[in-house]
């Protein structure tokens, strides 16, 4: 029998032109092996919403078009499901794409659907949320607000806000504990990592896996502008965690506490959270296509 497969697009992610998406998805989905359905999100949160319908209609997979908040959005409504989640990257970013060998090429990606298997992978949930690539707080949420107002948007306007930031941010005081773990002091970013980038080949925490039930937290302390060009490419050559200037723990559980509320990000979506923060693991909690294993 044929897999039902849905295709949910998001027709504002990216800088892409969407029109002859579904055509595309046609022509290059086996219709030998799948029967394909395709829709476009109309609004924030109806991603969710969509996938929900597809797995009370009894669809095999449901596959999301767009950049991380997209599959964010996609990703929460197959959560404990049979249902699985693919994923065609269209964003920005695109971290879980290329964490999990996903091509960020749109006929690549879909052709890779074709000769896919499903594996599970763990989540996170920060104060009820869940988060699927990674979490947190400090400069990389401060830029994601920042770029979540501008009108532009791909590499070169994160990039641009990243360094108009960088000198307008102030760090604050932090502390968090866990199973094991007691630290406070003041850090320019605090990341939660359950994938091993924040998107673009970017690792902020290159040990990580989306399948150890662990976070991986990446600690980065204030540092000096002379140290911005040792960091920017151990960021891009997965050396990041042998910084002098990075810390990174472990654990499946934590509660990070601030000074004030303020950004926050999940999968790059920034948001205004309180003083305190929860943060845990779900293990093996989503299934995802990927590509097979021979």
Known sequence: MKKKIAFIINPISGNHNKNNLPDLIVNEIDTAIFEPEVVSTLRHGHGRELARDFVRSGFDYVVAVGGDGTVNEVARGLIGTSTALGIVPNGSGNGLARHLNIPTNLRHALQQLNFSEV??????????????????????????????????????????KMIKGYFNYKPQNYHLVGEGID????????????????????????????????????????FPTIAIPSIALQLFTKTIDNDLFVSTVRT?????????????????EPYEE?????????????????????
Not at 286 to 292: A, C, G, N
Request: hydrophobic fraction near 40%; proline fraction near 3%.
């Open 252 to 268: 499946d559980e934590l509660t990070l506490y601030r000074d004030e509320s303020g950004p926050f990000h999940f999968d790059g």
């Open 183 to 222: 630290l406070s002091g003041k850090a320019f970013v605090i990341t939660f990592a359950n994938a091993s980038q924040w998107g673009n080949n970017a690792y902020i925490a290159p040990q990580a896996s989306v399948q150890d039930g662990k976070l991986d937290i990446s600690i980065m302390s204030n």
């Open 119 to 160: 594996i599970q992978i763990d989540y996170g949930i920060v104060n009820e949320k869940p988060f699927f690539c990674t979490c947190g707080t400090g400069f990389d949420a401060y830029v994601s607000t920042e770029f979540a107002k501008s009108k532009n948007r791909g590499v070169m306007t994160y990039i641009e």
């Open 274 to 294: 309180g003083k305190v923060i929860h943060i845990q693991m779900i293990p093996e909690g989503l299934r995802v296509l990927v590509k097979k294993r021979f």
